[in-house]
């Protein structure tokens, strides 16, 4: 007991940690919160409870991603044009998907502040502007990892030099959970991409089409794989 507690302390007390709680938490609320107002309509005060809470957790996150730009930067700049990668492809994709990223935060920044009354501009263009580079960078991501997962496949049964820990080649055993790893990734970034598609203007595929409930299963689902991912070690892009 006092070491799960531990466990769950040490998660909250770093940024990352307490953003993926806070992010399961809030399409968690989402989940709840539009089932229940769903069947039981919108006089139903624990449903509506659970969407207020939602969209304040959800403004928490947007807030707090005001602080994200620099550390994007040091990131992109570290990974710079991907000299290091050896597959021309993820080299050329993972840059393309760190400028989606980059560019990602100050839309929103934008909009957030139109929101706030900071400045004063319409901010409907800014969300859809970061709703589609969202949308992009998990499409990059999808294909990252889909051209990762055709590598293992094709290296699984037999080392190969292209997948190394410094000069030992990976063991069966460690592909089999890098490809794991790499499905799981596939299967967040998909279930975010629905959302984003979800948040663009109507009109385009099913924007504004997703019930509240779908929106939070979504959310819920990508959170949880996110932690998992965390908790042994992999990595899965989501806001």
């Known amino acids: 007991m006092a070491k799960s507690v531990t466990t769950v302390v040490n998660v909250l007390e770093s940024y990352r940690g307490r953003d993926r ?32 809470v939602a969209s304040q957790l959800s403004h928490c996150r947007t807030v707090l991603r005001l602080f994200d730009d620099l550390s994007m930067l040091a990131y992109s700049l570290q990974y710079g044009l991907g000299k290091k990668e050896k597959d021309c492809l993820i080299r050329w994709i993972s840059v393309l998907g760190n400028i989606f990223d980059q560019l990602y935060y100050p839309c929103e920044h934008m909009a957030w502040a139109a929101d706030a009354g900071v400045i004063h501009i319409k901010s409907d263009k800014w969300w859809t502007a970061s709703t589609a580079l969202w949308g992009l960078s998990l499409m990059v991501g999808v294909i990252r990892s889909l051209r990762t997962l055709l590598k293992l496949r094709r290296s699984k049964g037999k080392h190969s030099s292209l997948f190394c820990r410094g000069d030992r080649p990976k063991s069966r055993g460690e592909i089999k959970f890098q490809m794991r790893s790499e499905l799981l990734c596939i299967v967040g970034c998909l279930s975010d991409l629905v959302n984003a598609i979800h948040w663009m203007p109507p009109g385009f595929l099913w924007g504004g089409c997703s019930p509240t409930w779908l929106v939070g299963l979504m959310g819920t689902i990508s959170s949880v794989i996110g932690i998992y991912q965390t908790a042994v070690g992999g990595s899965s892009a989501g806001v």
Do not use: D
Not at 23 to 47: F, H, M, N, S
């Open 21 to 52: 709680m806070i992010r399961t938490l809030c399409y968690g609320c989402q989940l709840l919160g539009g089932a229940i107002t769903q069947k039981y309509g919108e006089k139903q005060q624990c449903g509506m409870s659970l969407l207020i």
